[in-house]
């Protein structure tokens, strides 16, 4: 099980306070981090209180995950794109597609780096 499940939340996804949502989504980029440090490649990540940062040093892009505690959602912004991740059934999935955070992420990182990266949760 991963560590951001273990959350207080409503029965319905929601986070019961600002608190419990900070909380999951520290445990996530912790989590990213401690992943992204093991690939191979000029990367700078940094985990800030509130945001992970990851630059691509050879190819001068960057990735930003941010929390955003209003709407207790993960921001992302890659590739000149940004996707909105929300709490449901256990795992982070964008709002508008479904689609999940990790396989997304593990998509665009494979494609920055020409290499297959799979994120774990």
Known sequence: MSRYLGARMHNSGRFSDD????????????????QIDELDGELDARHIPGGLTVVFEALGSTFVLSQQTPT?????????????????????????????????LSGLFSEKLGTSVEFRG
Not at 19 to 34: C, I, Y
Not at 75 to 94: I, K, M, Q
Request: glycine share 2%; net charge negative.
């Open 19 to 34: 608190s419990s949502f900070r909380r999951a989504v520290e445990d996530v980029f912790a989590s990213l981090l401690e």
């Open 72 to 104: 207790h959602e993960i921001w992302l912004s890659a590739n000149l794109r940004a996707w909105h991740f929300r709490f449901v059934d256990g795992t982070w999935v964008e709002r508008d597609t479904t689609v999940p955070l990790l396989p997304l």
